[in-house]
């Protein structure tokens, strides 16, 4: 079994959700990142993805830009990426890479795979790369031993879905709503059906990502779905935090409170 | 010019013959450039835009209504006019322009958007939103949401805000919301991620107005059939002008919608050299530029292969130029097909001689152009020189410099 198989069938045999936690490399500090997450993972976050920053991030909302603009501000390069994850993945924790397409195609797909594989990240979520383009990444992915996530959103087709569903390995990212990321007062109404149409394409988990912050949200998302993901409420809380102590705290906080979303 | 007289528009001048090789292939490139690299989400969206187009392409109705819009809103045709004056600077060469600076609004754009905006009426939605750069893409869509009756954001970064703060004023005046975009650069990049960001949510009422040649799939195409009938129009008045085809075409190029719209009629005739001039900005060994092409490399950016401005991981680098339509790190991914291919040469005109052009066609021809087209001028005036006196150099005057009023008294110190 590959390690994301293991934390959903763990999840799955404790009758609960995985709970899925985003950081963007680099924020609020290049350590400072390692410890959030190790904090989110020992509060009850069992994937993390690393969110890889890029200047021109089109589908992400205020909160996660804010973010990645001042990981690019501290100078943040694909080698602390890589130095992120492999700090993160030492925990124990499944751990992903989300980016942009074109950061990867600049550093050399076969690259980046092989680099991510040996700093132990277990795959990558890809927001911007659609089936008819991901040809090259599958096979270097695959070469490299690593999972592609890709994602599905209210709006696509059965058609899309299926065509989605097909080159995922690992998990299928559904989109809860249509829009951008950050938290929001309530989760998508869409989410459970596309969580539901999804599931009629593959036999992956699905988990459910964009506009979740809260435990009440986490337990409602993890009725119908395998997994929670959590981002924008997590960089939240490091930006509103007056220093580092602090944010940490926050965080393992809002982990602890997500994990118990997860199991209720 | 009586509105009947002259062709009216037919779908072969819409979409060309579709003998060149130069239509996108199913997955929308242009070779291994354009494509769609784009959130899952607004995949239909682009489907739905697609299958419209390719209906409303051949549709009897629509050509009409595009056409009629054109000639009795738009203005068109526009003239050329030969600048003898302007062309004594250049060798003797003849130097011919064509005149989309007397368009409504001012500039070529207002080709597209009339186009777009007629679709967006087929497509059944209510609002559009736009990125801007100089604003005059921002001033066009809200020209013809006003026309048309359809809600308008205009997306525009700060910074070109207070560059361009007259087309700031005008979009209001048509009844636009213009947001003001302080993320990133604050220029035509991160105006182009907001208006993403905003389709992407408000997709089921609302139409992207995109404004380039550049972008995913389809709207490369969209964008350069609607802009195609300067070219068009064009190539049929310089062979009644001049008895031939011109030795040239020089048109300036940011995103690249008005060098394809004049480029695209001439691509067949191989005689008929294509040259898509670039903003050099303070010199490429400044750093400071829009080189894209020139000087950039492949990569993806807002939702399509091309070449780009980036840096050895693939970060955008921040392009500059004197003007804001040309400060762009990406370009149509048609431009990097036609660069690869050779079929078009692109090169670089830094803001010193793009002003000097600027300043010369005022003084020579009481023409004031855009600062845009002043950078395709400066490419024919030293075109003109290379070709010598027999040459016939078309030029593409693709807006009217009245928005750069302010950068002229600066730069010039009026």
Known sequence: MTTLQTVFAKARAENRAALVGYLPAGFPTKDGAVAAATAMVEAG??????GLPYSDPLMDGPTIQDAVHRSLTNGTRIGDVMRTVEGVAKTGAATLVMTYWNPIDRYGPARFARDLANAGGVGTITPDLTPEESGVWLQESKDAGIDTVFLVAPSSTEDRIGKVAKICTGFVYAASLMGVTGARESVGSAAEGLVARTRRHTSLPVCVGLGVGTGAQAAEVAAYADGVIVGSAFIRRLLDAPDEAAGLASVRELAAELAAGVRR | MSLTEGPILTAADLAGNGVYG????GNGKFGVFGGRFVPEALIPALDEVAAEYEKAKTDEEFLREFDHLLRTYAGRPTTLTEVPRFAAHAGGARIVLKREDLTHTGAHKINNVLGQALLTRRLGKTRVIAETGAGQHGVATATAAA??????????????????????????LLGATVVPVTNGSQTLKDAI???FRDWVTNVDRTHY??????GPHPFPEIVRDFARIIGVEARRQILELTGRLPDAVCAAVGGGSNAIGIFHAFIGDEGVRLYGYEAAGRGLESGEHALTLTAGSVGVLHGSRTYVLQDEEGQTIESHSISAGLDYPGVGPEHAWLKDSGRAVYEGITDAEAMEAFALLARTEGIIPAIESSHA???????????????TILVNLSG?????MGTAMKYFDL
């Open chain 2, 400 to 404: 009217r410099g009245d928005k750069d």
């Open chain 2, 147 to 172: 026309l048309l009756g359809l809600e308008c954001v205009i997306y525009m970064g700060a910074v070109d805000c207070e560059r361009q703060a007259l087309n700031v004023a005008r979009m209001k």
């Open chain 2, 22 to 25: 130069d239509d996108p292939d």
């Open chain 2, 193 to 195: 991620n907001e208006a």
């Open chain 1, 45 to 50: 976050c069992d994937v993390i993805e690393i």
């Open chain 2, 377 to 391: 001028l400066a490419g024919a005036l030293k075109l003109g020189r290379e070709l010598g006196p027999e040459a």
């Open chain 2, 209 to 214: 107005l995109f404004g380039t040649v550049a």
